[in-house]
C-alpha cells in the first residue's frame, strides 16, 4: 500500500491555515504578513516531521528524506526570517539568520563528501 503524503501534507497544511487564522481572528497575529509568515514557518516544522516518518520506510524513487529535512528547515528558515522582519522592522537581523542557517546547512551537506575521500 502506498503512502500518501502527499494528502497528508496537505491535510496539516489546511489546519496549519485554519490554525493561524484564528489566531488572527483572535487578534493574537494582527497583520495578513504575519498569518503568511507563521504559515510557511509552521508548514515547514511539518516537513521536518514528515522526514522523520520517512526514515523508517524509505520510498524506492521518492523524495530522499534528507532532501526532505533540508526543504523543511529552509522553509523554517525562510517563515521565521520574515516573521521576525514583521516583528522587529530590522532587515538586517532577519537577512542575518536567514544567511546562518543557509551556511549550516551548506556545510553539513559538504562534510559526507569530505568524510569519504
Do not use: C, H
Given at each position: 500500500?502506498?503512502?500518501?503524503?502527499?494528502?497528508?501534507?496537505?491535510?496539516?497544511?489546511?489546519?496549519?491555515?485554519?490554525?493561524?487564522?484564528?489566531?488572527?481572528?483572535?487578534?493574537?497575529?494582527?497583520?495578513?504578513?504575519?498569518?503568511?509568515?507563521?504559515?510557511?514557518?509552521?508548514?515547514?516544522?511539518?516537513?521536518?516531521?514528515?522526514?522523520?516518518?520517512?526514515?523508517?520506510?524509505?520510498?524506492?524513487?521518492g523524495?530522499?528524506?534528507?532532501?526532505?529535512?533540508?526543504?523543511?528547515?529552509?522553509?523554517?528558515?525562510?517563515?521565521?526570517?520574515?516573521?521576525?522582519?514583521?516583528?522587529?522592522?530590522?532587515f538586517?537581523?532577519s537577512?542575518?539568520?536567514?544567511?546562518?542557517?543557509?551556511?549550516?546547512?551548506?556545510?553539513?551537506?559538504?562534510?559526507?563528501?569530505?568524510?569519504?575521500?
Amino acid at each position: 500500500m502506498a503512502r500518501q503524503f502527499g494528502l497528508l501534507s496537505f491535510g496539516v497544511l489546511l489546519v496549519i491555515a485554519a490554525l493561524v487564522l484564528i489566531a488572527y481572528a483572535a487578534l493574537i497575529v494582527t497583520r495578513l504578513d504575519e498569518v503568511i509568515a507563521l504559515i510557511l514557518a509552521f508548514y515547514g516544522a511539518w516537513t521536518i516531521v514528515l522526514a522523520s516518518i520517512r526514515t523508517q520506510k524509505p520510498e524506492k524513487y521518492g523524495r530522499g528524506v534528507y532532501s526532505t529535512l533540508l526543504m523543511g528547515i529552509l522553509l523554517t528558515a525562510l517563515g521565521g526570517s520574515w516573521y521576525l522582519y514583521i516583528a522587529t522592522a530590522n532587515f538586517i537581523l532577519s537577512i542575518v539568520l536567514l544567511l546562518i542557517i543557509i551556511g549550516i546547512l551548506a556545510v553539513a551537506s559538504a562534510l559526507p563528501s569530505i568524510r569519504q575521500k
